[in-house]
């Protein structure tokens, strides 16, 4: 099992910026890949930003440019813990529910609680 636990958000104006983070615990050594998803009422969740445990990024083409994934290891160990997600240049499109998102090599996906950017002027 792995939980997480989300802080960042917030209500940002146009061209703002924004970070998330995502921190992990529990059986973090099976963790594959963190991410970011988001979603609206009027849309389904979508993939915006992810990373391997190898360091390789994905991105939905909407933010690329813009935003930045990151992760981060637990101390003394080589096991992904931590995902960033610095977001430039917000545009209201960019408003939704974010969620961090867990791959694991065995169980799982995982889903955070979800934290709420809103981008407005």
């Known amino acids: 099992q792995v939980q997480l636990v989300e802080s960042g958000g917030g209500l940002v104006q146009p061209g703002g910026s924004l970070r998330l983070s995502c921190a992990a615990s529990?059986?973090?050594?099976?963790?594959?890949?963190m991410g970011w998803f988001r979603q609206t009422p009027a849309k389904q969740r979508e993939l915006v930003a992810t990373i391997s445990h190898g360091g390789s990024t994905n991105y939905t083409d909407s933010v690329q440019g813009r935003f930045t994934i990151s992760g981060h290891r637990a101390k003394d160990t080589s096991f992904l813990q931590t995902v960033n997600l610095q977001m430039n240049n917000l545009k209201p499109e960019d408003t939704a529910v974010y969620y961090c998102?867990?791959?694991?090599?065995?169980?799982?996906?995982?889903w955070g609680k979800g934290t709420e950017v809103t981008v407005s002027s």
């Open positions: 529990g059986s973090i050594g099976n963790i594959y890949s």
């Open positions: 998102h867990v791959d694991t090599w065995t169980t799982g996906p995982y």
